[in-house]
């Protein structure tokens, strides 16, 4: 059930402090890779109205060095630290100096599960690297996500599972060889290294925003009243407490599937709290009953409201991003479902401080990663109705 809730302790524990370290830089590494370019940040006055506040701007990650997601920035930056180790190379190298090392391990494969955009990142690094992939898919995905995981050259392995139980099992499977390198976004005791990699590459979208921000003459500390996240085991989430849980002057708010709400329901324990599956949801990329262990800590020190959304909220949020120009899949649009529901309310308003004067930033994580359910919630059959 839809459901909005302020955190019983508003940033109430300590924040970790951000993966600084001087041997690299994620932003840094992105700018060599091919194709790199900001992603928009798009002022929308049309949403503001639907919302009731001052200003909403949406940092648009429909199209993201070649992919329709942000997963891309974390994949390539965890996958680069992780070779980098491997080899003994500088993660200060450029992403063609990267290419020139990996050589030697040509022959070794990169592995992770995946309900869609992460492992097709993870395979589509692997292609730009001459290396081999094989993505771990759950029972549910839908044929067009693993057939693009398989445009991008990778072996899709079909679990008859949930997302959870493939995540254990793609872990399994990559410990019994030597030359699998498992490159997950979601972490678990003795896994902790290589996520936390995927959550710092994350930072490049921060980075662009505060920019982008500042462009447009506003002070990035001041100027965000409240930011909405997607989230699934949180890694994402994670980015955004970690740039924005410091700034007094912003609230954060996750936004996950009704039956898939594992973060709403750990805040409001105050510990990590499984929903258990099968998860249906549409918002495919959200559909995870379990948080990341390194991502916990980060979200209950940065988080200050929870909210769940249905799916009829998902496709009606996908259609406003869509008469407003942006292209969102339903795990992108999650952030508009989940902040229409929070402006909705007088009470949840006054709770994160909204005034028909605020300030909203809504991230929309992907373009339509799955065409055909995207054409099926905007009420169309026709590929030419894509947007362009």
């Known amino acids: ?192 290294t290589v996520p936390r990699h995927v959550i710092d590459g994350y930072a490049t979208i921060f980075d662009e925003v505060d920019e982008q921000l500042a462009e447009a003459g506003l002070d990035p500390a001041e100027a965000v009243d409240l930011v909405v996240v997607p989230t699934g085991v949180g890694a994402f989430a994670a980015a955004v407490g970690l740039r924005f849980g410091p700034r007094a002057a912003t609230r954060v708010a996750t936004v996950e599937p009704d039956a898939a709400d594992c973060a709403h329901r750990s805040l409001a324990a105050g510990a990590p709290t499984a929903v258990q599956g099968p998860h249906h949801s549409i918002m495919a990329g959200l559909n995870c009953g ?30 406003l991003f869509a008469r407003a120009g942006i292209e969102a899949g339903e795990s992108g649009a999650a952030s508009l479902a989940g902040a229409r529901l929070a402006c909705a309310d007088q009470a949840s308003r006054t709770a994160l401080g909204l005034t028909r004067h605020s300030t909203v930033l809504l991230l929309n994580t992907e373009g339509a990663s799955d065409p055909a359910s995207y054409l099926d919630a905007m009420g169309r059959q026709d590929a030419g109705a894509l947007p362009a």
């Open 1 to 192: 059930m839809p459901d909005f809730a302020m955190t019983p302790s508003p940033r109430g524990g300590s924040l970790p402090a951000p993966g600084h370290d001087p041997r690299g830089n994620p932003r840094r590494f992105h700018r060599t890779m091919p194709g790199y370019d900001r992603t928009p940040l798009v002022e929308s006055p049309d949403l503001a109205r639907t919302l009731e506040v001052g200003r909403v701007f949406v940092k648009n990650e429909q199209s993201r060095l070649g992919l329709p997601s942000f997963k891309i920035l974390g994949s390539s930056w965890g996958v680069h630290r992780t070779l980098c180790d491997l080899l003994g190379l500088d993660p200060a190298i450029s992403f063609d100096d990267l290419r020139r090392a990996a050589g030697p391990l040509r022959d070794h494969v990169l592995t992770c599960a995946t309900d869609g955009n992460h492992g097709r990142a993870v395979a589509h690094m692997a292609g730009l690297l001459g290396m081999r992939a094989r993505i771990y898919v759950p029972l549910d995905v839908s044929a067009s996500r693993a057939a693009a995981i398989e445009g991008e050259g990778a072996q899709v392995v079909r679990v008859f599972a949930g997302y959870d139980d493939t995540v254990r099992y793609a872990a399994e499977q990559a410990a019994r060889d030597d030359r699998d390198i498992l490159v997950s976004d979601t972490s678990w005791p003795g896994y902790e």
């Open 290 to 319: 379990e948080l990341s262990v390194i991502a916990w800590p980060i979200l209950q020190a940065a988080v200050d409201a929870t909210i769940t959304v249905d799916d009829d909220a998902a496709r009606e949020a996908m259609r």
